[in-house]
């Protein structure tokens, strides 16, 4: 074995035990959709009155931990691959499907449905 194939080998190693250790966890990618939500919420529909947005925000941010918890995460099932994890989600009758890859979350569909959905609901 030369030198290089053997430094390939070491860095595809490395590179492999860095993706294990940044595999997101259930709790990461609950942080996820909370964050996902909340934009969602501030990109809504400007027509509403001021008030009205405001005291919807502020019940959806007091509320929104116990609303994931009770509710998102029994509906989540995660697919743990070691190096990377697919997430699944069945969010006001959307399948909301991400993956997560070192300590990141990339959607690959249904997210974007479900979060105007929710914010419609909520106006």
Do not use: C
């Amino acid at each position: 074995m030369t030198l290089l194939r053997l430094m390939l080998l070491v860095i595809a190693l490395l590179g492999a035990i860095a993706l294990a250790f940044t595999n997101p966890t259930t709790d990461d990618y609950l942080r996820f959709l909370d964050r996902e939500l909340a934009q969602a919420l501030d990109k809504m529909d400007r027509q509403t009155p001021t008030r009205e947005q405001q005291f919807i925000r502020q019940v959806f941010r007091a509320q929104s931990k116990q609303l994931l918890e009770t509710v998102v995460r029994p509906q989540t099932t995660r697919g743990n691959w070691g190096l990377f994890s697919r997430f699944e989600t069945r969010i006001a009758e959307t399948e909301v499907v991400v993956l997560g890859l070192a300590g990141r979350f990339i959607p690959v569909h249904g997210l974007e449905e479900a979060t105007l959905k929710i914010g419609r609901l909520a106006f």
